[in-house]
């Protein structure tokens, strides 16, 4: 079990699994940048949290509710979680009868070629579980185009790539932020492409000679100044 000083932040996991340098540099240096993306994503979060709580065709509609698992050491805000009837479901205060948790994560773009969307819903429905005692099998991801929903399955594989990210996570923070950069054409959409210095990092590898030489002076002794 994790404390409450020992949480990962689950908006990191997609960051994670987009470039863990991306990842590294904003969670563990504190660099960052807004581009007209993270700022247009930030506006659609606030945005949907503005629209409050309330139930649509007998589901419960909560915004903006707060995440935390000890279990796997993660906190967040979700977008939405619906909470559909279900005998199998959870409690819910206020509410009369049983209800099952379903995440919903609002994406400003398109579909991402990778999984960061899914596992970010799925890191939302294992803490959901903890805080409510009850099995979360499907969330969705909004995306803003097209405006449409794309339901996720939280199956076995995906719960494992959540957790190796995690644990991924750990192990840098552990080393203090030795990140390998993932260079490639999805670089000019990073916000840190500039802190970053991908065309460097890929033409003479100076990533990992800059991480030698964090390693060495993190092994050796502390040097006399000289007077
Ligand atoms: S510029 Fe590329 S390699 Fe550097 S942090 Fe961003 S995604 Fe990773």
Redesign the pocket.
């Known amino acids: 079990m994790y404390s409450d000083d020992d949480l990962l932040a689950i908006s990191g996991l997609q960051h994670m699994a ?2 863990e ?2 990842w590294a ?1 904003i969670h563990i240096e504190r660099e960052w940048d807004d581009n007209v993306l993270t700022i247009e994503g930030r506006h659609l979060h606030e945005f949907v949290h503005e629209q409050g709580s309330g139930s649509r065709s007998g589901a419960l509609m909560i915004r903006g509710l707060r995440l935390r698992s000890l279990e796997i050491g993660l906190y967040g805000v979700a977008d939405l979680v619906e909470f559909h009837p279900s005998d199998d479901g959870a409690e819910v205060e206020g509410h009369p009868g049983r209800w099952r948790p379903y995440p919903v994560e609002y994406k400003r773009g398109v579909k991402r070629y990778d999984r960061a969307d899914e596992i970010q819903v799925c890191a939302q429905a294992l803490c959901l579980e903890e805080m409510f005692g009850a099995t979360v099998r499907f969330g969705a991801v909004y995306h803003g185009q097209p405006r449409r929903r794309t339901e996720t399955e939280i199956s076995d594989s995906l719960r494992n790539e959540m957790k190796s990210l995690c644990a991924r996570a750990r192990e840098l923070l552990d080393v203090g932020g030795r990140a390998r ?4 054409r ?2 000019k959409n ?1 916000s ?2 500039v802190q ?1 210095m ?1 065309g460097v ?1 890929s033409r003479d590898g100076s990533a990992e000679y800059m991480s030698r030489i964090i390693a060495d002076i993190s092994a050796s002794p502390e040097c006399e100044r000289p007077g």
């Not at 950069?181 to 490639?184: A, D, I, R």
């Open positions: 987009f470039c340098r991306q540099l950069p993932n260079v490639g999805h670089c990073c840190l492409v970053c991908p990092i």
